[in-house]
């Protein structure tokens, strides 16, 4: 666990790791593309079993999406873009100043890495009502990010857990992550990342649900922590095989 996501545990009490689990898509290896061009050039007639799909995305296009080998620029800019809980900066001022600091944790990770230049969230004023991949390509080109990291955060907070330790909250909080680039729209990663927390309740907690979003915010954090890391892991494995 890196030092920034160290700081907010900090700030957090005291908190028991008590599992996680991370599953990010994997790299195309060289070998694809060379099977993938063989297949077309052997193929005689429409790929397609179903013609209706053309309405949506022929055939063409298709095979030129799956054709294309991704690579990322020498220096990116990343946009932020999260959905789903956002329950811990309205409860106190502590989990307010928690909850910022996970935020420049994340960016943190992102710009250590050579090959980004800036990460930033994605103003409000921009973020569209819709969170299609058109939609989100055209807020990102908007702010001129060369990736859109956009991500969904899920929890759950187990009661039963309590039949054991009446001052302990177990929390189960997750990210689900896809990064997109603007240019084309291809999704070059994909990442689920979870972890459940254990925070036992503390004197200055003002009841037991304080207690369970101290849980929640533990794991949130380190999900995302996973997440950045593996959006840093591609860019630089790319610098690496270029």
């Known amino acids: 666990m890196n030092r920034s996501c160290l700081r907010l545990l900090l700030l957090l009490a005291l908190t028991f790791v008590a599992g996680g689990c991370t599953v990010a898509s994997s790299v195309r290896p060289e070998g694809y593309y060379d099977s993938v061009r063989y297949a077309s050039l052997e193929r005689d007639e429409p790929a397609s079993l179903f013609p209706g799909d053309a309405a949506v995305l022929t055939d063409d296009a298709i095979q030129r999406i799956l054709e294309y080998r991704y690579a990322p620029g020498p220096l990116s800019r990343i946009a932020l873009m999260p959905t789903g809980m956002d329950t811990w900066s309205r409860w106190s001022e502590g989990l307010a100043v928690a909850t910022e600091q996970l935020a420049e944790d994340v960016v943190g990770v992102l710009e250590a890495s050579p090959r980004i230049y800036d990460a930033a969230f994605l103003p409000s004023v921009l973020t569209p009502e819709r969170r299609s991949v058109p939609h989100l390509r055209e807020a990102a080109a908007r702010f001129q990010a060369d990736l859109t990291l956009a991500y969904r955060i899920f929890c759950r907070s187990f009661q039963k857990h309590r039949l054991f330790r009446d001052d302990r909250a177990r929390a189960f909080c997750g990210v689900e992550a896809v990064l997109i680039d603007t240019r084309t729209g291809v ?56």
């Open 187 to 242: 999704v070059p990663l994909s990442v689920v990342a979870s972890r459940i927390f254990d925070v036992e309740q503390s004197e200055d907690d003002l009841n037991f649900r304080e207690t369970i979003l101290k849980a929640q915010l533990a794991a949130v954090a380190g999900s995302l922590s996973e997440v950045a890391s593996e959006v840093v892991d591609l860019v630089e494995a790319h610098q690496d095989s270029g």
